[in-house]
């Protein structure tokens, strides 16, 4: 790979993102105070000291967005990996076998994608406890509708290239197919697609622990953050922007990289990249 | 004719089917843990033939089969239960907020529709050029934006700090049309922000899988005018993809609204939904869900009727 | 002396390309090209893929796809330069002075409209006659262009007629505002050969006829010859040769020309029978997910070493027999023995040794071979499967077989992007030689590629059949091709065997009518082929 054809714009979004990464990991270290210390006032403006002020029970906010980003990205991550895992695994299975797997399993997704991911997600909450793993559980299965389409989709698309039949008819296995032949071809799409399933499943957390339903206080994470502070709002203080914003500027900083992941990507007929 | 009408009355049977469907989901994803409504309604210390009672009283102690056909029965019927927290009827609770969400959505989409697909002209008018750039630009920052990033910060600045529009949308039944109309227009921009890229980005590239097409070239080789070129044979072809992309987004706007409603504490179904989650109150969950999957399926489902009808391949079969 | 029409001086024309993840690149397409055309002339340009012959072609139309665009020279058309003329002048050129007629009529039609409506489009907007003139005006070409139902037949969508039709259609476009000149695009390549043949009588006609000029942009130069008075040829966007059809189809002067002209006159002598066979395919029948049957009872069988030529358009299911022999598709009826024993119906049922032994190349080399797959992979992997060969044994294998198709080491590392078309399809026969097969399902193998390397495939093939006694199923639509390679022919037509045997038999008369009809149809690298073909097929028409 060459570095210096790394564009601008992709060079952006990776040092943020690994900036996030490593503030996320080191929270402990690098957070100034405590997670639920209360060291100054309500609603502290930004000074010196508690650069960006207090929230609304005088903890540092900036203490607490940091390990927020710790919670906020972990449970984002292990959904996504969940949906993922499960989600490319039955789709590459299900374009690899055919039959009456792939018309099972396609429905079955065409059904969950029908309800949009934010009701089914409030339907189950209402009678599930919101603790972590079920949020993981329920965003990793809802997530994995999408991801088990792209998969398929790509699988498909390359399952009937010429030279996968090529090698069907030279007796290869289904491993050899999907390891050697079809994943090889797809990854760079679905890379980028684990990219825009974690913003969406940060989006998505968040706006579920700013709707209450999500991660439980006095645990931090940045959607709970911006609804204890949103009160302030009314009375100009901005409390709640940070967090939000956080959330904006990861979201787009692994955007910018997924994207530039999707552009590197030749066709299949272009030949390799990097 | 008769093929086409054949799939059309095909995709709404199939529309239905999968409401039907969905409908069983919600229902069983309602029963994950079993039996404990009466629970929730009685309290811990509720004796066990409090619990059995309220159990009879309620139907639990009927097989989830029985419950359900039961359920969609009533909701078939219009009669939605009632809410276990407070002991209201349902319909009635949400008829005047059904009514309210429908409004900020409308609003939204009035604004939102044809801004996206004057954009998404503009985008391909000037494809490759700085405008396409900062549209596509601007376009990949605000899909990361989370609904209460856009909303807050309308609040803090509009809102709050210029004191142009309220930053809390209260609706009550004697407001006349413009006043609700200023009530609602803050969580309108905000939910159109929130659309307005999705949908310009697919509207830019339904347009240019169009105008990539060899019968464009060929209408500008026959020395046609660029505006005749768009009406007599972009338009036709680019209805149905541009229809699509406008049901798909309002289907996400109607979605979008559950947020923004609990942002700017506006009285629609989305936060009836919300407050309800949070009570544990499964027969609320259960008919605001089912509302909700129905507009979207119907969205989706006039999407597909729409490209349907206007194939030529169907319409003038051979 | 004629009036001149169209004076290309020193032509330009260049292009920004963005390859993917990189910055974009200014490339030159065409070098200076000049030539001149008068009224009521044809000409005709000829070249391989990338000699520029579209893009000159669209210069009076001062039109350039995706990117390109005229950097230098001049486009003079009558009288003026149109280079100069501005986006309003250019409009007022298109469609009215210079008309153009796309290879592919299907996707050139709006499909939403009816065809009435675009034939006369152009002639109502330059305010050229009122409706009904025009309407007449259209249904009087389409009874010229020989359309059915010249009177209702603008009253379809393009997607109610067939493709030869729609080409007519779009010619019929074209004359409608009755311009000084048009540019045919390689107007009947996408076509099937019976067809191809009718729609270049009608096209030749209505230029002869109307009086208008053309330029007649094609790659196949005995197409090119029916139609055109003068022949230029391209090659990477440079002039070869310019001159009238007879000189340029009888004494051509350069190198280059020569070689085209000579093209696919590889002979080959049919080889004597030699014992029992290797294949034999009896009583196929086939249809794809049950519905309408594309193969009915087929017979065929091949000899050790020989070459079995199947040929047929489109829908003749040629294709399909190879999925069936393959194991690809199981025969719903017939059996298929192999080197003297029955193959399984379905893939999955085959031994190691009946797949080793039966080797597939494809039409497109591109999508044939894995792009993330080196060299060294591609043909490795079967030596690997089948051989057990590692390490120094299969690197010097690898060589010998590169070697074979005439390419040396160097390519061993490389990425198929990183090979030309030619190379390509070398390699793929590479890896269908490294299993040592004793039949080779050859499936179009040279009909994306351009003459001249198309020939070099078809050379090397037959020295490779020669050195390792492979037998071939090959797979064709084009005539010229079954002439340079087969030993045995069968010609198909929508799924049944029509006529089957050696060579010398199958192409000698008498013929049954659908045999004649296709042999009739191939065009012959001589003036007045065409004529020759057209009056014969309606003596037989009118003499029966």
């Given at each position: 790979?060459?570095?210096?054809?790394i564009?601008a714009?992709?060079?952006?979004?990776?040092?943020?993102?690994?900036?996030?990464?490593?503030?996320?990991?080191?929270?402990?270290?690098?957070?100034?105070y405590?997670?639920?210390?209360?060291?100054t006032?309500?609603?502290?403006?930004?000074?010196?000291?508690?650069?960006?002020?207090?929230?609304?029970?005088?903890?540092?906010?900036?203490?607490?967005?940091?390990?927020?980003?710790?919670?906020?990205?972990l449970i984002?991550?292990?959904?996504?990996?969940?949906?993922?895992?499960?989600?490319?695994?039955?789709?590459?299975?299900?374009?690899?076998?055919?039959?009456?797997?792939?018309?099972?399993?396609?429905?079955?997704?065409?059904l969950?994608?029908?309800?949009p991911?934010?009701?089914?997600?409030?339907?189950?909450?209402s009678?599930?406890?919101?603790?972590?793993g079920t949020?993981?559980?329920?965003?990793?299965?809802?997530?994995?509708t999408?991801?088990?389409?792209?998969?398929?989709?790509v699988?498909v698309?390359?399952?009937?290239?010429?030279?996968?039949?090529?090698?069907?008819l030279?007796g290869e296995?289904?491993?050899?197919?999907?390891?050697?032949?079809?994943?090889?071809?797809?990854?760079?799409?679905?890379?980028?697609?684990?990219g825009?399933?974690?913003?969406?499943?940060?989006?998505?957390?968040?706006?579920?622990?700013?709707?209450?339903?999500?991660?439980?206080?006095?645990a931090?994470?940045?959607?709970?953050?911006?609804?204890e502070?949103?009160?302030?709002?009314?009375?100009?203080?901005g409390?709640?922007?940070y967090?939000?914003?956080?959330?904006?500027?990861l979201?787009?900083?692994?955007n910018l990289?997924?994207?530039w992941i999707?552009?590197?990507?030749?066709?299949?007929k272009?030949?390799?990249?990097? | 004719?008769?093929?086409?009408?054949?799939?059309?009355?095909?995709?709404?049977?199939?529309?239905?089917?999968l409401?039907?469907?969905?409908?069983v989901?919600?229902?069983?994803?309602?029963?994950i843990?079993?039996?404990?409504?009466?629970?929730?309604?009685l309290?811990?210390?509720?004796?066990?033939e409090?619990?059995?009672?309220?159990?009879?009283?309620?139907?639990?102690?009927?097989p989830?089969?029985?419950?359900?056909?039961?359920?969609?029965?009533?909701?078939?019927q219009g009669?939605?239960?009632?809410?276990l927290?407070?002991?209201?009827?349902i319909?009635?609770?949400?008829?005047?907020?059904l009514?309210?969400?429908?409004?900020?959505?409308?609003?939204?989409?009035?604004?939102?529709?044809p801004?996206?697909?004057?954009?998404?002209?503009?985008?391909?008018?000037?494809?490759?050029?700085?405008?396409?750039?900062?549209?596509?630009?601007?376009?990949?920052a605000?899909?990361?934006?989370p609904?209460?990033?856009?909303?807050y910060?309308?609040?803090?600045?509009?809102?709050?700090?210029?004191?142009?529009?309220?930053?809390?949308?209260?609706?009550?039944?004697?407001?006349?049309?413009?006043?609700r109309?200023?009530?609602?227009?803050?969580?309108?921009?905000?939910?159109?922000?929130?659309?307005l890229?999705?949908?310009?980005?697919?509207?830019?590239?339904?347009?240019?899988?169009?105008?990539?097409?060899?019968?464009?070239?060929?209408a500008?080789?026959?020395?046609?005018?660029?505006?005749?070129?768009?009406r007599?044979?972009?338009?036709?072809?680019?209805?149905?993809?541009?229809?699509?992309?406008?049901?798909?987004?309002?289907?996400?706007?109607?979605?979008?609204?559950?947020?923004?409603?609990?942002?700017?504490?506006?009285?629609?179904?989305?936060?009836?939904?919300?407050?309800?989650?949070?009570?544990?109150?499964?027969?609320?969950?259960?008919?605001?869900?089912?509302?909700f999957a129905?507009v979207?399926?119907?969205?989706?489902?006039?999407?597909?009727?729409?490209?349907?009808?206007?194939?030529?391949?169907?319409?003038?079969?051979? | 002396?004629?009036?001149?029409?169209?004076?290309?001086?020193?032509?330009?024309?260049?292009a920004?390309?963005?390859?993917?993840?990189?910055d974009?690149q200014?490339?030159t397409?065409?070098?200076g090209?000049?030539?001149?055309?008068?009224?009521?002339?044809?000409?005709?340009?000829?070249?391989?893929?990338?000699?520029?012959?579209?893009?000159?072609?669209?210069?009076p139309l001062?039109?350039?796809?995706?990117?390109?665009?005229?950097?230098?020279?001049?486009?003079?058309?009558?009288?003026?330069d149109?280079?100069?003329?501005?986006?309003?002048?250019?409009?007022?050129?298109?469609?009215?002075?210079v008309?153009?007629?796309?290879?592919?009529?299907?996707?050139?039609?709006?499909p939403a409209?009816?065809?009435?409506?675009?034939?006369?489009?152009?002639?109502?907007?330059?305010?050229?006659?009122?409706?009904?003139?025009?309407?007449?005006?259209?249904?009087?070409?389409?009874a010229?262009?020989?359309?059915?139902?010249?009177e209702?037949?603008?009253?379809r969508?393009p997607?109610?007629?067939?493709?030869?039709?729609l080409?007519?259609?779009?010619?019929?476009?074209?004359?409608?505002?009755e311009?000084?000149?048009i540019?045919f695009?390689e107007?009947?390549t996408?076509?099937?050969?019976?067809?191809?043949?009718?729609?270049?009588?009608?096209?030749?006609?209505a230029?002869?006829?109307?009086?208008?000029a053309?330029?007649?942009?094609?790659?196949?130069?005995?197409?090119?010859?029916?139609?055109?008075?003068?022949i230029?040829?391209l090659?990477?966007g440079?002039?070869?040769e310019?001159?009238?059809?007879?000189?340029?189809?009888?004494?051509p002067?350069?190198?280059?020309?020569?070689a085209?002209?000579?093209?696919?006159?590889?002979?080959?002598?049919?080889?004597?029978?030699?014992?029992?066979?290797?294949?034999?395919?009896?009583?196929?029948?086939a249809?794809?997910?049950?519905?309408?049957?594309?193969?009915?009872?087929?017979?065929?069988s091949?000899?050790?070493?020989?070459?079995?030529?199947?040929?047929?358009?489109?829908g003749?299911?040629?294709?399909?027999?190879?999925?069936v022999i393959?194991?690809?598709?199981?025969p719903?009826?017939?059996?298929?023995?192999?080197?003297?024993?029955?193959?399984?119906?379905?893939?999955?049922?085959?031994?190691?040794?009946?797949?080793r032994?039966?080797q597939?190349?494809y039409?497109?080399a591109?999508?044939?071979?894995?792009?993330r797959?080196?060299?060294?992979?591609?043909?490795?992997?079967?030596?690997?499967?089948?051989?057990?060969l590692?390490?120094?044994?299969?690197?010097?294998?690898?060589?010998?077989l590169?070697e074979?198709i005439?390419?040396?080491?160097?390519?061993?590392?490389?990425?198929?992007?990183?090979?030309?078309?030619?190379?390509?399809?070398?390699?793929?026969?590479?890896?269908?030689?490294?299993?040592?097969?004793k039949?080779?399902?050859?499936?179009?193998?040279?009909s994306?590629?351009?003459?001249?390397?198309?020939?070099?495939i078809?050379?090397?093939l037959?020295?490779?059949?020669?050195?390792?006694?492979?037998a071939?199923?090959?797979?064709?639509?084009?005539?010229?091709?079954?002439?340079?390679?087969?030993?045995?022919?069968?010609?198909?037509?929508?799924?049944?065997?029509?006529?089957y045997g050696?060579?010398?038999?199958?192409?000698?008369?008498?013929?049954d009518?659908?045999?004649e009809?296709?042999?009739?149809?191939?065009?012959e690298?001589?003036?007045?082929?065409?004529?020759?073909?057209?009056?014969?097929?309606?003596?037989?028409?009118?003499?029966?």
């Amino acid at each position: 790979m060459n570095w210096r054809r790394i564009p601008a714009s992709a060079w952006l979004g990776l040092v943020l993102t690994f900036a996030f990464i490593f503030v996320a990991v080191f929270a402990p270290w690098v957070a100034p105070y405590g997670l639920n210390e209360t060291v100054t006032d309500v609603w502290a403006p930004p000074s010196a000291e508690y650069w960006l002020g207090g929230d609304n029970l005088g903890r540092d906010l900036l203490s607490r967005m940091i390990y927020g980003a710790r919670t906020t990205m972990l449970i984002a991550a292990l959904a996504s990996a969940l949906a993922f895992l499960s989600g490319s695994v039955l789709g590459f299975l299900a374009a690899v076998a055919g039959g009456w797997l792939d018309q099972g399993l396609s429905r079955l997704v065409d059904l969950i994608m029908a309800i949009p991911s934010l009701i089914l997600a409030l339907v189950v909450l209402s009678v599930v406890p919101a603790d972590v793993g079920t949020l993981i559980l329920v965003m990793g299965l809802v997530e994995s509708t999408r991801v088990f389409r792209l998969a398929r989709a790509v699988a498909v698309d390359i399952g009937v290239m010429d030279f996968v039949e090529a090698s069907r008819l030279r007796g290869e296995g289904t491993r050899w197919i999907i390891f050697r032949e079809i994943l090889p071809n797809a990854l760079s799409p679905l890379v980028a697609e684990f990219g825009l399933r974690f913003i969406f499943a940060v989006l998505f957390l968040s706006s579920l622990s700013f709707l209450g339903l999500g991660v439980q206080p006095p645990a931090a994470d940045w959607g709970g953050m911006v609804r204890e502070n949103k009160d302030g709002i009314v009375f100009g203080i901005g409390a709640a922007l940070y967090p939000a914003g956080a959330i904006a500027v990861l979201a787009i900083s692994v955007n910018l990289v997924a994207d530039w992941i999707l552009n590197r990507t030749t066709d299949l007929k272009g030949g390799r990249s990097g | 004719m008769g093929l086409l009408l054949r799939l059309v009355l095909q995709r709404i049977a199939m529309g239905l089917l999968l409401l039907l469907a969905v409908s069983v989901m919600i229902f069983a994803a309602t029963q994950i843990l079993p039996g404990d409504v009466a629970q929730a309604i009685l309290g811990q210390s509720a004796t066990p033939e409090a619990l059995a009672n309220k159990r009879a009283e309620l139907g639990l102690d009927q097989p989830a089969v029985t419950r359900y056909f039961a359920w969609l029965g009533g909701m078939l019927q219009g009669d939605l239960g009632t809410a276990l927290s407070n002991g209201q009827d349902i319909a009635t609770s949400l008829g005047k907020r059904l009514g309210n969400t429908l409004f900020l959505a409308a609003v939204a989409a009035v604004i939102a529709v044809p801004l996206a697909i004057l954009l998404g002209l503009v985008a391909v008018r000037y494809r490759g050029r700085w405008p396409d750039k900062l549209i596509s630009a601007v376009t990949l920052a605000s899909i990361s934006l989370p609904e209460f990033f856009i909303g807050y910060v309308l609040i803090f600045f509009v809102g709050v700090q210029l004191q142009w529009l309220p930053s809390v949308s209260t609706v009550y039944d004697t407001m006349g049309f413009w006043e609700r109309l200023e009530a609602v227009a803050l969580p309108a921009i905000t939910l159109t922000l929130v659309v307005l890229a999705h949908m310009m980005r697919m509207t830019r590239a339904a347009i240019l899988n169009v105008m990539q097409s060899a019968y464009i070239e060929t209408a500008e080789l026959k020395g046609l005018r660029a505006f005749t070129i768009i009406r007599k044979h972009a338009f036709p072809n680019a209805i149905a993809p541009i229809v699509n992309v406008v049901m798909i987004n309002l289907a996400y706007l109607v979605v979008g609204v559950v947020v923004v409603e609990v942002i700017f504490v506006y009285p629609g179904m989305g936060q009836y939904l919300v407050d309800h989650v949070s009570k544990r109150d499964v027969p609320v969950v259960q008919a605001c869900g089912l509302i909700f999957a129905a507009v979207y399926i119907g969205l989706n489902m006039i999407a597909d009727v729409v490209a349907i009808i206007s194939n030529p391949r169907l319409r003038h079969p051979k | 002396m004629a009036e001149t029409l169209l004076d290309i001086r020193d032509l330009k024309i260049g292009a920004t390309v963005i390859p993917p993840g990189e910055d974009p690149q200014d490339i030159t397409i065409v070098h200076g090209v000049s030539f001149t055309l008068e009224k009521g002339r044809v000409l005709g340009l000829i070249g391989e893929s990338g000699a520029g012959k579209s893009t000159i072609g669209l210069s009076p139309l001062g039109y350039g796809r995706g990117g390109v665009r005229i950097t230098g020279g001049e486009v003079i058309l009558n009288g003026r330069d149109i280079l100069k003329a501005g986006p309003g002048g250019l409009r007022r050129i298109r469609g009215r002075e210079v008309a153009y007629v796309a290879q592919s009529a299907a996707a050139a039609f709006n499909p939403a409209q009816k065809l009435m409506e675009q034939v006369i489009e152009t002639t109502l907007r330059h305010k050229l006659a009122s409706r009904a003139e025009a309407e007449a005006r259209a249904k009087r070409l389409f009874a010229r262009l020989g359309l059915p139902k010249p009177e209702t037949f603008g009253d379809r969508y393009p997607h109610q007629v067939s493709g030869g039709q729609l080409q007519r259609a779009m010619t019929a476009m074209a004359l409608c505002p009755e311009p000084d000149l048009i540019i045919f695009d390689e107007p009947t390549t996408a076509l099937d050969v019976t067809t191809q043949i009718d729609v270049l009588a009608a096209i030749k006609e209505a230029i002869r006829d109307t009086g208008v000029a053309a330029l007649y942009i094609t790659h196949d130069l005995a197409v090119v010859a029916q139609v055109s008075d003068e022949i230029m040829v391209l090659r990477q966007g440079r002039m070869v040769e310019h001159g009238t059809t007879d000189q340029i189809i009888n004494a051509p002067r350069e190198e280059y020309t020569r070689a085209l002209v000579s093209v696919r006159s590889i002979e080959h002598e049919e080889k004597a029978p030699s014992g029992a066979p290797v294949l034999d395919v009896t009583g196929i029948t086939a249809s794809y997910a049950g519905s309408v049957k594309v193969l009915k009872d087929v017979s065929v069988s091949i000899e050790p070493g020989h070459t079995l030529a199947v040929v047929g358009e489109s829908g003749s299911g040629k294709s399909t027999l190879a999925r069936v022999i393959t194991g690809l598709l199981p025969p719903e009826a017939g059996a298929i023995t192999f080197d003297g024993r029955t193959l399984s119906p379905a893939l999955p049922q085959r031994s190691r040794d009946d797949l080793r032994e039966l080797q597939m190349i494809y039409q497109m080399a591109d999508t044939a071979m894995n792009p993330r797959q080196t060299v060294r992979t591609i043909i490795g992997r079967p030596l690997e499967f089948y051989f057990g060969l590692r390490g120094k044994a299969k690197e010097a294998r690898i060589r010998e077989l590169l070697e074979q198709i005439e390419m040396g080491d160097g390519f061993i590392d490389r990425y198929p992007a990183e090979l030309s078309g030619g190379q390509k399809q070398r390699v793929c026969i590479a890896r269908a030689l490294a299993a040592k097969p004793k039949l080779i399902i050859c499936d179009e193998v040279t009909s994306a590629l351009d003459p001249l390397v198309a020939d070099g495939i078809l050379k090397l093939l037959l020295e490779l059949q020669a050195k390792e006694k492979v037998a071939y199923l090959f797979i064709t639509h084009d005539i010229a091709t079954v002439r340079a390679i087969a030993d045995e022919i069968a010609v198909m037509y929508r799924g049944e065997l029509v006529r089957y045997g050696p060579k010398s038999k199958v192409l000698a008369p008498p013929f049954d009518a659908y045999t004649e009809l296709l042999l009739s149809s191939v065009p012959e690298m001589h003036l007045g082929w065409l004529e020759e073909a057209i009056s014969r097929r309606r003596m037989a028409s009118s003499g029966n």
